[in-house]
């Protein structure tokens, strides 16, 4: 079984001065482990990698399209986002449509994670709100999942809640993995968060990628949104959005923190799960695409525009380049 070299090291002129360790598991369409890194077993949290899956148990409701949703709420349930003004557009109209507002999502507000959303935010003088958070377009779906159903729309976010039940069953259901085998948690936005093992990862997302590229209902919706809405999925200068857009749709790739990716490539019907062990986001871009690169799913030479992700400087205060972030030789 290959092993994939994806450790990331961190330079200043010829040496080293940090190491990341990643850790990967890839899945094939016959449920088999192919390729590893280091630790294909170790549990972590899945953080905003499940958001695909999550949003599946409001759309088999019927609920979602009672609502009038379509792909662009689709996109944005599903999305780890920059915050800049489309995506504040379409949480502020899934939120409308019931007759809600910003103060009824449970995620709290943060900076923007897209610099073309902070710019934005500064120069119109909005003060960041919870509709800034990345992850608003997710807690604007759970809401609509209690408010379509009937249930409480307060504490949708609580672990205890039937909207967190059912997206912790959908999860089990792709993994393999058992609700009360799952090590939960609270994520950073404020809702339930779920542990995997690395290869349980890959195999979801494996699973999901082949029920794609075979045309089931609910995985085909929402990969259709996600290709129609590149930008929604991330944003202007988010990693997602970019190998969306670079590949054509062909890999469906989501962020989650702490140095979590999961991956999906349909037409292959291969799953990646990665984690940098120290969570560092510099080094989580560079192992995805040379991971991408050792299965094949992308050439040696890269665009432009992918290369950028694939090595980045190390700039001093007077923007003298001085090392690097890149793979480890």
Not at 4 to 25: C, F, P
Not at 126 to 155: I, P, V
Not at 307 to 315: C, L, T
Request: hydrophobic share 45%; proline share 4%; net charge negative.
């Amino acid at each position: 079984m290959p092993s994939l070299a994806l450790d990331v090291v961190v330079t200043r002129a010829d040496t080293i001065e940090s190491r990341h360790l990643v850790h990967a598991a890839v899945i094939g369409p016959n449920d088999d482990l192919i390729a590893t890194a280091h630790d294909q077993s170790m549990v972590t949290m899945w953080r905003s990698c499940s958001k695909m899956f999550q949003v599946m148990p409001f759309l088999s409701s019927g609920g979602f399209d009672k609502l009038g949703w379509g792909n662009e709420e689709l996109a944005l349930a599903c999305a780890s986002h920059g915050g800049e003004p489309e995506h504040l557009v379409v949480a502020e109209r899934m939120l409308a449509s019931m007759g809600l507002e910003e103060g009824d999502l449970a995620c709290g507000p943060h900076e923007p994670l897209s610099a073309r959303g902070v710019k934005m935010a500064r120069e119109s003088g909005r003060q960041y709100s919870r509709l800034h958070n990345n992850c608003s377009g997710k807690h604007a779906a759970m809401l609509g999942r209690a408010y379509t159903a009937g249930w409480a729309l307060q504490g949708y976010e609580r672990a205890d809640h039937q909207v967190q039940r059912s997206c912790l069953n959908e999860v089990s259901a792709w993994s393999g993995v058992a609700v009360d085998d799952m090590p939960i948690g609270v994520d950073g936005c404020g809702v339930v968060v779920m542990a995997l093992p690395l290869d349980r990862m890959a195999l979801a997302y494996s699973r999901w990628a082949r029920a794609v590229h075979s045309g089931e209902e609910l995985p085909s919706r929402i990969a259709a949104a996600i290709r129609a809405h590149p930008h929604l999925i991330g944003g202007t200068d988010r990693f997602d959005t970019m190998i969306l857009q670079e590949t054509g749709g062909r890999v469906i790739a989501k962020v989650g923190a702490e140095g979590v990716h999961s991956l999906a490539i349909p037409e292959s019907g291969i799953g990646i799960a990665i984690k940098v062990e120290d969570g560092a986001l510099r080094a989580q871009h560079i192992a995805v695409i040379r991971a991408l690169q050792l299965l094949g799913e992308l050439p040696e030479t890269l665009t432009p525009r992918i290369a950028e992700w694939a090595h980045k400087p190390i700039r001093n205060t007077r923007n003298e380049i001085v090392g690097e972030v890149r793979l480890a030789r």
